[in-house]
């Protein structure tokens, strides 16, 4: 074969291989575009103030920031790369939903449930997570000055079983979070970073803290 005929064959090979990938990423979009913020909007309207059921969708990368979600039901839901930015997320259901890289800087959150979510890269930075329950597991997270007051991460020694219920959180930033009175009991916080942040009454318990940072505010 030619070396004309092989580059011409290149050429093509090269073009059905873009095409292919262009297609993909049309039905991925496709796929992510499940509900847009006019739609999400319109069923809080018709919702008149109750909680609303957004399980098992994919909301990837949506911006819901600032929307009164309260006791909203995300089971399940993919929420990868979504913007919930100071929006009230108070008694949301966010259980073995997938959060990885969304923005909850400055969100209320107080008694939201995150059981066996997807965590990693999620920004919780100035968030009220107050009385919140958190069991999931991601690297990087970040709870910088977060309110963590009554935040349960962990569970007692007596109530666990052969594996521990958790949260698995390396590197986590909690600098200058308000960790008063918090369960962090078997939590995984290794490299963790707690510059400034209060922990009266918080209890680390069997917690795994490797390598964290523990400049303690008080």
Same mark, same amino acid.
């Not at 292919?20 to 006019?38: D, G, K, W």
């Not at 990837?60 to 009164?68: Q, Y």
């Given at each position: !074969? /030619? @070396?004309?005929?092989?580059? &011409? =064959? ?9 095409? !292919?990938?262009? =297609? ?11 509900? /847009? ?18 399980? $098992? ?18 089971? %399940? ?6 913007? @919930?930015?100071? %929006? ?8 073995? #939903? ?8 400055? #969100?209320?959150?107080?008694? #939201? !449930? ?14 009220? &997570? /107050?009385? /919140?329950?958190? =069991? ?11 309110? @963590?007051?009554? #935040? ?6 007596? $109530? ?6 958790? %949260? ?10 308000? &960790? ?12 963790? %970073? ?25």
């Amino acid at each position: !074969m /030619s @070396l004309l005929k092989r580059a &011409l =064959i290149g050429r093509r090979l090269a073009r059905v291989a873009s095409a !292919m990938l262009f =297609i993909a990423a049309a039905a991925q979009a496709v796929v992510a575009a499940e509900r /847009s913020r006019a739609q999400v909007e319109e069923t809080l309207a018709e919702a008149r103030g109750k909680p609303i059921d957004l399980a $098992n969708l994919d909301l990837s990368g949506l911006d819901l920031s600032g929307l009164d979600l309260r006791g909203a039901d995300f089971f %399940s839901a993919t929420l990868a790369g979504a913007k @919930l930015a100071k %929006s009230d997320l108070s008694g949301a259901n966010f259980t073995r #939903a997938d959060l990885q890289n969304v923005d909850f800087s400055g #969100a209320l959150m107080k008694t #939201a !449930m995150l059981y066996a979510a997807l965590l990693d890269g999620a920004n919780f930075t100035g968030a009220d &997570l /107050s009385d /919140s329950r958190i =069991i999931g597991g991601g690297t990087r997270v970040n709870f910088r000055n977060a309110k @963590l007051i009554g #935040a349960d991460l962990g569970a007692d020694p007596a $109530n666990q079983g052969m594996v521990p219920v958790r %949260s698995e959180l390396p590197d986590a930033n909690f600098d200058g979070a308000d &960790l008063t009175r918090a369960n962090l009991t078997h939590a995984v916080l290794t490299g963790a %970073s707690f510059t400034g942040a209060v922990v009266t009454g918080a209890r680390f318990d069997y917690a795994v803290l490797d390598g964290s940072n523990l400049s303690l505010g008080r």
